[in-house]
């Protein structure tokens, strides 16, 4: 549908394209939208019209998924204005953000050597909340200061993290199962 | 492109009868079918009134095909000719089922999907499946007074694309048209919101014969959203049994038991369970085929001891699907149970401890799967336009490729809601490479030899270019069954690959066309009528779909547009009229084409209307 492969994914749910969006507000959009194209809705129509739905749905959620998840709206909002976030190339990092990388992994070695849930655990809350602390840098960033460039090295920095909340994860999860 | 039938709510696109829809629960012990009747779901019992049929099947010596209790009645004298819970070897190889040397089947190990060795011939657990089907089948049209248009039949949420894809399979070689495959948690838990209207988060802990199903489901003015889902596709009420029968042979030192004594020991240990149900201990008696007579009592407390750690097990996935979906024990409004092995006390005790709360369990757990599902067939076979509910499904396992050294490379990460695709770029790696072999993979583990290997394709005819300029697009898609298929797409020269990731159990579209066409040799139906019938119906509904779209959007067609769609109207509307089945697609087809830019144009206005948060029939 030329609708959807022209519009950007935040005109697709009506929202302002900025990074500061309504969680709510998104939820909401995207349920009527994806009621609205869902191939359920065309379970008994011919496989035509069938395939068309299947292509509007999955792209409604694409955009869902791009949106919801903040390091994604940031990435696609400067992918929007023209700016390349460089995480697979760009590797420079300044030096503090590194050695805190660095402490990290060591904690997460150590607890996992030494089957430590609890360590793990303190680990992970330790990671969300530096997340939580980048992602309204994020906002101040990219929405007040329209600085772009530091919002795609807070997108680096947050893309670490992701890594590394995974990894720490996956170890409490080998330690429960 | 074709013409988009948009239902709105309070206004159907095209009026029509009741069509006739059931939800079948094809179960690993026992199977059932419901239907939707004046408004509320009901399973229907066969002719003696029996609501559960077990899901057995024996090939007899006379050439029939016994299904259910006739067939169960049979087990313990026929048992390589009597195949118990075919769905645990559902698109599974022989090395998938651990239990192999166990049970009492001649297993033939075929590419992909195991078969077992009958008087009648190697049948794949598709073709046993499809016998159930059948019988189904025939139960709900015997019952409904005429041809089911469509089913929705249930797997469990944790079944990966082989598993569903031989669902799907199983029936077509029974004639049926699925309009969706419904996770059996998903099933409960729509069967339990209709009933109880509630709203908050769910959990679903469903404990079938063979498979363990957690769900974790947000219900928000009617929808149905899965948050995650996990679960373990080799551990049910079976394993309980087997713990009774190796504690039988080991208190009364037996070993080396024929497959009759199997059979025998099994049942008993499967009447066993039944009875701690409610009783605290059973008298368990069995005299073998060599004379020699076991009778032994078990108690719940040795019952629990020899089981504890099933029920352990059973409590991990509960917690990898609360990880999954982010949220706390304490987040969870109420436990759904659902599968025979929920009435285990131990499991209710476990489940009822972990939460914190007793389980929700005033719905039938062995019907709630099979209810839910009529009720979803219902809605997708458009007997309910008026009302507004949708289901919102996740994949349940990640799907990814092989990588260099034998490593995966996540593509769509579990629990993301379908339908899905994602498209990532690839490169060549060696000067003038010309072709690329594109591996396909099913599970969470980084190692290519841990997970499920879907399927391998090869994109040839790339253009010889330097190492890394050719650039590859793998796009996959994911439909609302849970179904994958891959493309790939070289970007500057525009070579095309595709595969359907069916063929990856070993069992290719040939090979199902000759099961369809040895089946239906057996039955007195005339292909070619039903062929006519179902085009005829197929372009009737595209007719009338074209009419009502035309009454609300004619505005949207110039004059020479609608004149178009006019002639290609008519000329539909006469080849329905006649009986030359080929002259009725290819008008339908031709109507469909006519329509492509007014669908297009509609689907425009519809969206735009849903963001202004209006619908057609307010408007």
Redesign the interface.
């Known amino acids: ?3 959807d492969l022209k519009q950007d994914f935040f005109a697709l ?2 929202l302002p394209r900025r990074y500061a969006i309504d969680a709510v507000t998104l939820d909401t ?1 995207w ?16 496989d ?2 069938r395939r ?3 292509m ?3 792209r409604v ?2 955009a ?2 791009t949106l919801r998840k903040p390091v994604n709206r940031a990435r696609y909002l400067l992918q929007l204005a023209g700016v390349d976030t460089q995480e697979e190339t760009n590797t420079r990092m300044p030096v503090d953000f590194l050695m805190a990388q660095l402490a990290w992994r060591e904690t997460l070695e150590a607890a996992r050597e030494a089957s430590d849930i609890d360590a793990l655990e303190a680990l992970l809350s330790e990671i969300r909340a530096d997340t939580r602390e980048l992602e309204a840098a994020l906002e101040d960033a990219i929405d007040t200061r329209g600085e772009l460039e530091e919002g795609a090295l807070l997108v680096r920095k947050l893309r670490f993290l992701e890594k590394i909340e995974q990894e720490t ?1 996956d170890a409490i ?1 080998a330690l ?2 | 492109m074709a013409l988009l039938q948009i239902a709105e709510p309070g206004l159907s696109a095209a009026p029509h009868q009741h069509r006739l829809a059931a939800g079948i629960d094809l179960g690993t012990t026992n199977s059932l079918v419901a239907t939707v009747r004046s408004g509320s779901a009901t399973v229907l019992p066969d002719s003696e009134g029996r609501s559960l049929l077990p899901s057995v099947v024996r090939y007899l010596e006379d050439g029939r095909v016994a299904v259910g209790y006739a067939a169960q009645a049979e087990q313990s004298h026929d048992p390589h000719n009597t195949i118990v819970s075919a769905k645990r070897f559902m698109g599974r190889s022989l090395a998938d089922i651990s239990e192999a040397p166990t049970l009492p089947y001649r297993f033939v190990d075929a590419p992909g999907m195991v078969g077992v060795q009958t008087r009648a011939g190697c049948k794949s657990p598709v073709e046993v499946s499809a016998e159930i089907l059948k019988a189904l089948r025939a139960r709900a049209e015997a019952s409904l007074g005429g041809e089911l248009t469509g089913v929705v039949i249930t797997v469990p949420a944790y079944f990966d694309d082989a598993q569903r894809q031989a669902t799907k399979d199983a029936a077509r070689l029974a004639g049926l048209s699925v309009l969706r495959l419904l996770n059996e948690p998903t099933a409960a838990a729509i069967a339990y919101g209709l009933d109880n209207g509630a709203e908050g988060t769910y959990a679903v802990y469903d404990l079938g014969g063979g498979t363990l199903d957690v769900s974790i489901l947000r219900l928000t003015r009617g929808v149905f959203e899965v948050l995650s889902t996990s679960g373990d596709a080799s551990l049910g009420g079976d394993d309980f049994d087997h713990r009774i029968y190796c504690w039988l042979l080991a208190e009364s030192g037996l070993s080396g038991l024929s497959a009759q004594d199997t059979r025998l020991l099994l049942t008993r240990a499967r009447e066993a369970k039944e009875h701690l149900t409610d009783h605290s201990s059973a008298r368990i008696t069995a005299i073998l085929a060599d004379g020699q007579a076991v009778d032994l009592t078990l108690t719940q407390e040795t019952f629990n001891q020899i089981t504890r750690t099933l029920v352990d097990k059973t409590m991990l996935p509960m917690r990898k699907a609360l990880r999954d979906a982010r949220i706390e024990r304490t987040d969870i409004r109420g436990v759904v149970m659902v599968g025979g092995a929920t009435r285990i006390p131990a499991i209710q005790k476990a489940v009822g401890d972990f939460f914190d709360q007793p389980p929700l369990t005033n719905l039938d757990p062995d019907k709630v799967v099979a209810l839910g599902a009529a009720i979803q067939a219902n809605v997708l076979a458009g007997n309910k336009a008026g009302d507004d509910w949708l289901l919102l499904d996740v994949n349940p396992l990640s799907l990814g490729l092989e990588t260099m050294g034998g490593l995966t490379e996540k593509i769509i990460p579990r629990n993301t809601t379908l339908p899905v695709a994602r498209a990532q770029e690839f490169t060549t790696f060696k000067d003038g490479q010309t072709a690329m072999s594109i591996h396909v993979l099913q599970g969470e583990r980084e190692l290519v030899a841990d997970c499920r290997s879907l399927g391998r394709f090869v994109l040839s005819g790339i253009p010889p270019m330097v190492a890394g300029a050719a650039r590859i697009r793998i796009t996959f898609q994911i439909d609302a069954d849970g179904l994958l298929s891959v493309s790939a797409r070289e970007q500057t020269t525009g070579v095309e690959a595709s595969i359907q990731i069916k063929p990856s159990y070993g069992l290719t579209d040939e090979a199902i066309s000759t099961m369809l066409a040895d089946s239906l040799a057996n039955v007195q139906d005339d292909i070619q009528a039903r062929k006519l019938r179902e085009a005829v119906v197929d372009a009737e509904s595209l007719i009338e779909a074209t009419r009502a779209a035309l009454a609300s959007d004619g505005d949207l067609l110039d004059q020479s547009e609608r004149a178009r769609v006019d002639a290609a109207l008519e000329a539909a509307e006469r080849a329905a009229a006649g009986e030359d089945t080929r002259a009725v697609n290819e008008a339908a087809a031709a109507l469909s084409r006519a329509t492509d830019p007014f669908a297009e144009r509609r689907m425009d206005r519809n969206i735009q209307r849903a963001l202004k948060g209006h619908n057609i029939a307010e408007l």
Not at chain 1, 36 to 46: G, K
């Open positions: 549908m030329n609708l749910f009506a959009a349920r009527a939208l994806a009621a609205e194209v869902h191939p359920d809705r065309f379970a008994s129509a011919p035509a019209e068309d739905a299947l509007l749905a999955t959620n694409e869902y998924q994860g999860e429960l199962y």
